[in-house]
């Protein structure tokens, strides 16, 4: 491996503007054009490889690329020798299994004998291997969902966010094979290099700060305790003498979920001039 470290990114689809909103928040900076393909990281030895998201998880199984962000699901679907390094909280969805309204079943063990249109027929056979129930897999790359109407397919798995795609085409959930999500990878049993041990790091810290808020008020000195006692924060809060004698400002980071319940009972308190600020970076 040369001296730059790849990191292998979905260059269209559904996971590529989060993931590259992932990376600008975790610090990296780059310029990337429509078409390119590699895309070298101001300041860091470090390159971004933007494939078909489908590929990312081989470039990082065969090591042209240290680090990888893919779905879980395309990661099973290929059996690809990767570990999970962070689950990123994006890209979420469920693989279901559903059949057409109409269809009188309501369990798994009904599928035995039906044609299952998929864009995953590795994890549906492995699915219905393991409980003994036999399908037979009709693998597509799209429009999974349009399979029964077609009539090339009595059911079908895919993925489904909401739902209402489904609902939609008249299909009816039966079962979720799998619940997916966007997560970072790397090869297995491979030894991380100085520089992915650092990207890793500067992406763990993004994600511990997209649920985190930067709260900062001011605030009389008798009401400090009260206050403290209402903020949940990762700390102690930050008390900081202001000039006039009698008040005082408060800073803490809270749980973003928290900030609509905390803020009344800070003005109930006796805090004034609160603001709350996005947090970039958090590194315990
Ligand atoms: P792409 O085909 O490039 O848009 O990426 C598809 C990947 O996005 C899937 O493999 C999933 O990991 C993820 N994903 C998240 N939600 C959905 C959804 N509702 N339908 C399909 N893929 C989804």
């Not at 970072?184 to 991380?192: D, T, V």
Request: hydrophobic residues 45%.
């Amino acid at each position: 491996m040369t001296d730059t470290m790849r990191i292998a990114l979905p260059n269209k689809g559904r996971l590529e503007q989060p993931a590259t909103e992932l990376l600008r928040q975790a610090g990296f900076r780059f310029e990337r054009t429509e078409r390119s393909l590699a895309v070298p990281v101001r300041d860091a030895p470090i390159e971004l490889l933007f494939v078909r998201t489908n590929d990312v998880a081989e470039l990082v199984s065969d090591g042209v690329a240290e680090l990888g962000i893919t779905g879980l699901d395309l990661t099973r679907e290929d059996n690809a020798r990767v570990g999970t390094v962070a689950e990123l909280g994006f890209g979420r969805c469920r693989l279901v299994a559903a059949v057409p309204d109409e269809v009188p079943i309501t369990s798994i063990e009904d599928f035995e004998g039906l044609r299952i249109a998929t864009s995953h027929p590795n994890t549906v056979a492995e699915f219905f291997g393991d409980k003994d129930i036999g399908i037979t897999t009709v693998p597509l790359s799209g429009s999974v969902e349009v399979a029964p109407k077609l009539g090339i397919a009595d059911a079908v798995v895919d993925l489904v966010s909401s739902g209402s795609t489904m609902l939609v085409n008249g299909l009816r959930p039966i079962t979720t094979l799998l619940e997916s999500q966007a997560i970072l990878i790397e090869q297995e049993a491979a030894e991380r290099s100085p520089t992915a041990t650092r990207v890793v790091t500067m992406i763990n810290a993004a994600m511990a700060a997209r649920n985190r808020s930067y709260v900062v008020m001011n605030a009389p000195r008798t009401a400090v305790a009260d206050i403290e006692a209402i903020i949940p924060g990762i700390e102690a809060p930050t008390v900081v003498p202001l000039t006039h004698d009698s008040m005082v400002a408060i800073h803490s980071v809270v749980e973003s979920s928290d900030v609509w319940h905390v803020l009344p009972r800070l003005k109930d308190a006796g805090a004034s001039g609160i603001l709350v600020l996005p947090v970039q970076q958090v590194i315990a």
